[in-house]
């Protein structure tokens, strides 16, 4: 035994998550037994609390057998590998669905009283169960946070088997566990009391949970949380779908201009976006592209339409109140990393500064030299092709710059804590440069 009870384990998790404290993270327990644990954590982080509620579709004939998993607002997770193997109909689904959805929205209403279930979209999401035995659940429950845009997703737990991250494989982007013994039969062999969680512990916890965050910011003589709106960014004659977050007393607005294949709803961009967020800094995530020009290839890879898009947005953005006297800064991703210092280097552009994630700077090609914002160039060192253009872009520039080298790090920046080191090197530089125009320098750094 290591836990006395569910709370305990609560109490000795939040321990080890202290590094979350102060970031726009949701903790969602799983009902029923991960809920007690979770509200502990929520207490400790001093972070909302939901329930994050799961129901598994089984096989028409075979229940016991997941073929996807459903979750609140219309998530629907589908392992079509399953589905096509047990030779299910479009029909016998969606009646397992309609079926298990009505469950669903009874235990909602149960749980919450009425109450919305709080959004994820964008936010750090720590999933909190017991403890892991098959993972089914877990997984599960991850893939729907993802599904509805959480920016990150953290699984954890008080006690699970050895290898059990090889089980949930890259459903979630961090795991946290107290204790992963070899000798693991059941989860309840940890606890001194594991005894069943009822409906009404699990709606105690979140109505105590409510309560705490109404008294704490009844309290709190802080202006409420950061401006954040889901707007229309006009670019000229266009409208294009964006997100503007600017917390109270922000030194500076980022902009995003996305990749290749990518958007305002991008996980890497937005787990970037969320830690300058809590360094205090405002950011703009927006699409670059409509729907109808996006079928089109040939605008994805046209750098100057893009960049005529950034600079039309960055009008825009300017003229909002929440942007009056802030300077504004370019995150530019892979080929979005061309565009954003394509419009950097305008007359009149006014960028404080310029960062690039596994980006492509030569596509600016001859206008890297009429680049003022102090710029720096993230790249991974396994990412060796761009890696070169990179170096190559940047011996063409004037401007102050640096080129810093992730580690082990590939193009995507998938590998476990790169993401982080990125967000890291970004916020550091902003938080350096985003103030009112000063005068460009030369030279720079690079660290491998």
Request: charged fraction near 25%; proline fraction near 6%.
């Amino acid at each position: 035994m290591f836990f006395i009870n569910r709370r305990d384990a609560g109490r000795q998790l939040a321990a080890r998550l202290g590094h979350l404290q102060g970031a726009d993270v949701l903790v969602l327990g799983l009902p029923r037994g991960g809920v007690p644990v979770a509200a502990e954590v929520a207490r400790a982080l001093g972070a909302p609390l939901d329930v994050c509620l799961v129901r598994k579709l089984g096989v028409p004939f075979q229940p016991e057998l997941g073929m996807g998993a459903i979750g609140e607002g219309g998530v629907r997770v589908i392992n079509e590998q399953v589905v096509r193997g047990a030779r299910v109909t479009a029909d016998e689904l969606d009646r397992v669905e309609a079926r298990e959805r009505q469950v669903l929205e009874r235990r909602a209403r149960r749980y919450r009283g009425g109450r919305p279930p709080v959004s994820v979209d964008g936010r750090t999401v720590l999933v909190v169960d017991d403890g892991v035995a098959t993972g089914s659940t877990a997984r599960a429950a991850c893939r729907i946070a993802r599904a509805g845009g959480a920016a990150r997703i953290v699984l954890a737990v008080p006690v699970a088997p050895r290898d059990w991250t090889a089980r949930l494989g890259e459903d979630a982007d961090d795991y946290v566990c107290l204790y992963a013994p070899r000798d693991f039969d059941a989860v309840g062999q940890f606890y001194d009391d594991f005894s069943q969680t009822e409906d009404e512990e699990v709606v105690a916890c979140l109505a105590d949970a409510g309560e705490q965050r109404t008294d704490a910011a009844a309290s709190d003589p802080r202006p409420a949380g950061p401006a954040d709106r889901e707007t229309d960014v006009h670019a000229g004659s266009v409208l294009l779908r964006g997100r503007l977050t600017v917390p109270s007393g922000a030194s500076g607005i980022v902009m995003f201009a996305h990749g290749s294949g990518s958007g305002r709803r991008s996980p890497r961009n937005r787990l970037v976006a969320a830690g300058l967020n809590t360094a205090g800094m405002g950011t703009l995530l927006f699409d670059l592209l409509t729907d109808e020009e996006e079928a089109d290839r040939a605008n994805v890879f046209d750098t100057g339409l893009l960049s005529r898009r950034l600079a039309g947005a960055t009008d825009w953005l300017r003229r909002q109140p929440e942007a009056e006297g802030r300077p504004v800064g370019y995150f530019g991703a892979s080929t979005g990393a061309g565009a954003a210092l394509w419009a950097a280097a305008e007359p009149g552009a006014r960028v404080a500064a310029v960062v690039s994630r596994g980006g492509r700077p030569d596509l600016a090609g001859p206008r890297l030299a009429d680049v003022k914002a102090p710029t720096l160039l993230i790249v991974g060192g396994h990412d060796r092709h761009v890696l070169a253009l990179n170096r190559e872009a940047r011996a063409r520039m004037r401007c102050e710059s640096a080129l810093a080298v992730v580690p082990g790090a590939t193009h995507l920046f998938e590998e476990p804590g790169a993401l982080d080191q990125v967000t890291g090197l970004a916020r550091d530089w902003f938080t350096a440069h985003m103030a009112p125009a000063r005068p460009a320098g030369a030279g720079g750094s690079e660290a491998e």
